[in-house]
């Protein structure tokens, strides 16, 4: 007999008793064996299940829809197994599946036949064709999946309901053939030289855990890039998954496995644009892409993403994004964002985002997200729903206005820094990053310990400033809270002279009258002891549904910019960008962008027009709020720039012109006012040695393509 789980409305309820059964520890009767008595005359059937229930030591489960509790039953059964008890109270209609100390009942499926069935033997290979039926209507049926198991060969029936296989004899020259579908009983036959045997046969010690599903090709990156007849395979063969050492596929489909690389776990994946399997256990690679229906072990190469539809064991690398639906034990490493839809104990780290459940580990990005954190978050933005947030207003003995964001919990967050002198004769900004840790002496009372790294302008941004802080924590109202203690400063000058308008921190001199200045020709340090003090305000973060899409919709971008330089002698950047866009996942959108940069100087000679060339990752934080990261080329144009130098002979400024190309990156975030509209601002570099960086305000507009 064939015991089968069908996935209907009610399986909530069926999972539910299920667990329950398994903590029992007890084996439930076989329906086969003897023991029931019952004698009944116009009885309720929930009276007669029940009494059958008590003799038999087990429960049943079964969605209310399925049996009318008051209908009458009339059985004399003396000594019978609980399956013929059944078998005279419903016949045929239901199926029963022995799980703990629950009898599962759920309707019975029709079965699979296989018809017309020619079998030609050419040298050393077999082809079998025929037609795949309905057992109990006759009708043909379309999208049947036909599979050999031990060889691993597969095809769908066309809509005639018609297959046809080339495959290799079996050692005894028998050739074993099953068939399945969704909703449908899979039937095995066997053919030999002259014969065919027809067998209802289970999967034996090929059969899988169904609990997972294909959670893989319900995401907006499986739909992208996962085929129909893949998917439909899937359906029809849900439970039956081999090991194999190795494979080599070209795309999904196009695999050593065939039709059957996802019903199959290798030791060894090469995948040299990109592919679909069971799993790995042990070391796969792709070119682009990697998606794994089940659990990925050990090591995952990808130049773009990998999709693991179970656990991830191990270090998983990818050029843009790594995407586990279960949970990671190990190491994510992506240039763009990291997720694990259930727990991650180990690192994940990427330049844009990492985000999971539960993280019991370390997130480094630039935004970090977690429902409930155990771990260590060290970004720009922590989301931490058992966290906070804190935004402290401060003066300190350098700047009258410092502004800090921090995000994390007590037990380790990261601070965002901005700081300014309002001051005409002694201006000074920076902004920068830290971390640090609570002591919590009571509900009121507590002493931060942290420590801080920032950038600092005087006309460019290529001084140094780090700091420690212990800062007394006073909590005043529940949101509010007193902040000061003593610093420990260590500023970096990367300056001969002094330069006028700006603080003179290090003491350096003057700039010399007949010297040209010269950025970077020195290298002055302070350190010193010194004083915060300021207010903070308190709260935490609110719980926020995830939002499940399984969008695959283009869209046409189109943006302007304006922004101001990194460095002077460039003060407006302004631009227009046009992109196309294509939802991937839940929240996550590829975009390829292109456009045009122009900055603008106080010099007439100078003249810097540059086109990037970039792809990148959309990722949306709510319904609303998104961030983005891009990578690509800053190519030059109408390039008329001249590059100073110093002539040691003559100590005069000499001039050269220059081509541009260069590699480039840029970082974003933005509102969403709907689905078209969005404004945000954004960092472009476009040369990691150069000064061409800008930032900017972002207006945007997108235009829906297709659903």
């Given at each position: 007999?064939?015991f089968?789980?069908?996935?209907?409305?009610f399986?909530?309820?069926?999972?539910?008793l299920?667990?329950?059964?398994?903590?029992?520890?007890?084996?439930?009767?076989?329906?086969?064996q003897?023991g029931?008595?019952l004698?009944?005359?116009?009885?309720?059937?929930f009276l007669?299940m029940?009494?059958?229930e008590?003799?038999a030591?087990i429960?049943?489960?079964?969605?209310g829809?399925?049996i009318?509790?008051?209908?009458?039953?009339?059985?004399?059964?003396?000594n019978?197994?609980?399956?013929?008890?059944?078998?005279?109270i419903f016949?045929?209609?239901?199926?029963?599946?022995p799980?703990?100390?629950?009898?599962?009942?759920?309707?019975a499926?029709?079965?699979?036949a296989l018809?017309?069935t020619?079998?030609?033997?050419?040298?050393?290979?077999?082809?079998?064709s025929g037609?795949?039926i309905?057992?109990?209507?006759g009708e043909?049926?379309?999208?049947?999946?036909v599979?050999?198991?031990?060889?691993l060969?597969a095809?769908?029936?066309?809509?005639?309901?018609?297959?046809?296989?080339?495959?290799?004899?079996?050692?005894?020259?028998s050739?074993a053939?099953?068939?399945?579908?969704?909703?449908?009983?899979d039937?095995?036959?066997?053919?030999?030289?002259?014969?065919w045997?027809?067998?209802?046969?289970?999967?034996?010690?090929?059969?899988?855990?169904?609990s997972?599903g294909?959670?893989v090709?319900?995401t907006?990156?499986?739909?992208?890039?996962?085929?129909t007849?893949q998917?439909?395979?899937?359906l029809?063969i849900?439970n039956?998954?081999?090991?194999?050492?190795?494979?080599?596929?070209?795309t999904?489909?196009?695999?050593t496995?065939g039709?059957?690389s996802?019903q199959v776990?290798?030791?060894?994946?090469?995948?040299?644009?990109?592919?679909?399997?069971?799993?790995?256990?042990?070391v796969?690679?792709?070119?682009?892409?990697?998606?794994?229906?089940?659990d990925s072990?050990?090591?995952q190469?990808?130049?773009?993403?990998?999709?693991?539809?179970g656990?991830?064991?191990?270090?998983?690398l990818a050029?843009?994004?790594?995407?586990?639906?279960?949970?990671?034990?190990?190491?994510?490493?992506?240039?763009f964002?990291?997720?694990?839809?259930?727990?991650v104990s180990g690192?994940q780290?990427s330049?844009?985002?990492?985000?999971?459940?539960?993280?019991?580990?370390?997130?480094i990005?630039?935004?970090?997200?977690?429902?409930?954190?155990?771990?260590?978050?060290?970004g720009?933005?922590?989301i931490?729903?058992?966290?906070?947030?804190?935004?402290n207003?401060?003066?300190?003995?350098?700047a009258?206005?410092?502004?800090a964001?921090?995000?994390?919990?007590?037990?380790f967050?990261?601070?965002l820094?901005?700081?300014?002198n309002?001051?005409?004769?002694?201006?000074?900004?920076a902004f920068?990053?830290?971390?640090?840790?609570d002591?919590?002496l009571?509900?009121k009372f507590?002493?931060?310990?942290?420590?801080?790294y920032?950038?600092?302008?005087?006309t460019?941004?290529?001084?140094?400033?780090?700091?420690?802080?212990?800062l007394?924590?006073?909590?005043?109202?529940?949101?509010?809270?007193?902040?000061a203690?003593?610093t420990f400063?260590?500023?970096?000058y990367n300056?001969r002279?002094?330069?006028?308008?700006?603080?003179n921190i290090t003491?350096?001199?003057?700039i010399?009258?007949?010297?040209?200045?010269?950025?970077g020709?020195a290298?002055q340090?302070?350190q010193?002891l010194g004083?915060?003090?300021?207010?903070?305000f308190n709260?935490?973060f609110?719980?926020?549904?995830?939002?499940?899409?399984f969008?695959?919709a283009?869209?046409?971008?189109f943006?302007a910019?304006?922004?101001?330089?990194?460095?002077?002698?460039?003060?407006?950047?302004?631009?227009?960008?046009i992109?196309?866009?294509?939802?991937?996942?839940?929240?996550?959108t590829?975009?390829?962008?292109?456009?045009?940069?122009?900055?603008a100087?106080?010099s007439?000679?100078?003249?810097?027009?540059?086109?990037?060339?970039k792809?990148?990752?959309r990722?949306?934080m709510?319904?609303?709020?998104?961030?983005?990261g891009?990578?690509g080329?800053?190519?030059?144009?109408d390039?008329?720039?001249?590059?100073?130098v110093?002539?040691?002979?003559?100590?005069?400024?000499?001039?050269?012109?220059m081509?541009y190309?260069?590699?480039?990156?840029?970082?974003?975030?933005g509102?969403?006012?709907?689905?078209?509209?969005?404004?945000?601002f954004?960092f472009?570099?476009?040369?990691?040695?150069?000064?061409?960086?800008?930032?900017a305000?972002?207006?945007?507009y997108?235009?829906?393509?297709?659903?």
């Open positions: 007999m064939i089968t789980f069908t996935l209907y409305p399986r909530h309820y069926f999972l539910i299920l667990m329950l059964g398994l903590a029992f520890g007890a084996r439930a009767q076989n329906p086969a003897p029931i008595t004698q009944a005359k116009n009885t309720k059937v007669v029940q009494e059958m008590k003799q030591g429960y049943f489960s079964y969605d829809r399925l009318n509790r008051d209908s009458l039953v009339t059985l004399n059964i003396i019978q197994p609980l399956n013929a008890a059944l078998q005279a016949g045929n209609r239901f199926e029963y599946q799980q703990g100390r629950y009898l599962v009942i759920t309707p499926m029709p079965h699979l018809t017309n020619d079998v030609t033997t050419d040298g050393n290979s077999v082809s079998v037609l795949v309905d057992e109990r209507s043909r049926l379309m999208n049947a999946s599979y050999e198991k031990d060889q060969v095809t769908l029936t066309d809509e005639h309901g018609y297959f046809k296989l080339r495959l290799r004899p079996g050692a005894s020259g050739v053939l099953t068939a399945g579908k969704r909703l449908y009983h039937t095995t036959v066997h053919f030999l030289p002259s014969v045997v027809n067998a209802r046969a289970g999967m034996g010690a090929y059969l899988a855990d169904k997972r294909n959670r090709e319900r907006g990156l499986g739909q992208a890039f996962i085929s007849r998917m439909i395979q899937s029809n849900p039956f998954f081999a090991s194999r050492p190795f494979q080599v596929s070209l999904p489909g196009l695999s496995h039709m059957f996802p776990v290798n030791t060894v994946s090469l995948n040299l644009i990109g592919g679909y399997t069971a799993g790995v256990n042990g796969e690679a792709g070119g682009l892409f990697n998606i794994n229906k089940r072990r050990y090591l190469l990808a130049g773009i993403f990998n999709l693991v539809g656990n991830m064991t191990g270090l998983q050029g843009a994004h790594n995407f586990v639906l279960d949970t990671l034990k190990g190491v994510q490493i992506a240039l964002a990291n997720r694990a839809e259930g727990s690192l780290l330049a844009l985002n990492n985000d999971t459940r539960y993280l019991r580990g370390v997130q990005g630039l935004i970090n997200r977690a429902d409930t954190s155990k771990g260590i978050s060290i720009l933005l922590n931490i729903r058992n966290g906070f947030y804190r935004i207003y401060f003066a300190n003995n350098l009258n206005a410092n502004i964001l921090k995000t994390g919990t007590h037990a967050y990261s601070t820094l901005l700081s300014t309002i001051s005409s004769t002694q201006k000074f900004y920068g990053l830290g971390i640090g840790h002591f919590m009571s509900d507590y002493v931060s310990a942290e420590g801080n920032l950038l600092a302008n005087n460019l941004w290529d001084n140094q400033w780090g700091q420690a802080k212990l007394l924590n006073l909590q005043i109202t529940p949101n509010i809270s007193l902040v203690g003593p400063n260590h500023y970096k300056h002279w002094h330069i006028p308008g700006y603080r003491q350096a001199p003057e010399s009258s007949n010297a040209p200045y010269v950025p020709a290298t340090t302070r010193w004083w915060e003090a300021g207010v903070a709260s935490a609110k719980s926020v549904k995830r939002e499940k899409t969008s695959q283009w869209y046409l971008g943006a910019t304006e922004g101001k330089g990194w460095d002077e002698p460039y003060n407006f950047v302004t631009g227009a960008e992109s196309l866009q294509r939802d991937l996942n839940s929240g996550l590829g975009i390829i962008t292109t456009g045009f940069t122009h900055f100087t106080n007439s000679i100078e003249l810097v027009n540059i086109l990037p060339v792809a990148g990752v990722l949306k709510n319904k609303h709020l998104y961030i983005q891009d990578l080329e800053a190519i030059g144009i390039y008329q720039r001249k590059r100073y110093i002539n040691p002979v003559t100590n005069t400024i000499d001039s050269y012109r081509k190309n260069q590699m480039m990156y840029s970082f974003s975030a509102y969403m006012f709907n689905n078209s509209f969005d404004a945000g954004k472009d570099d476009y040369g990691l040695q150069t000064e061409f960086k800008q930032f305000l972002r207006l945007g997108r235009l829906k393509l297709s659903k």
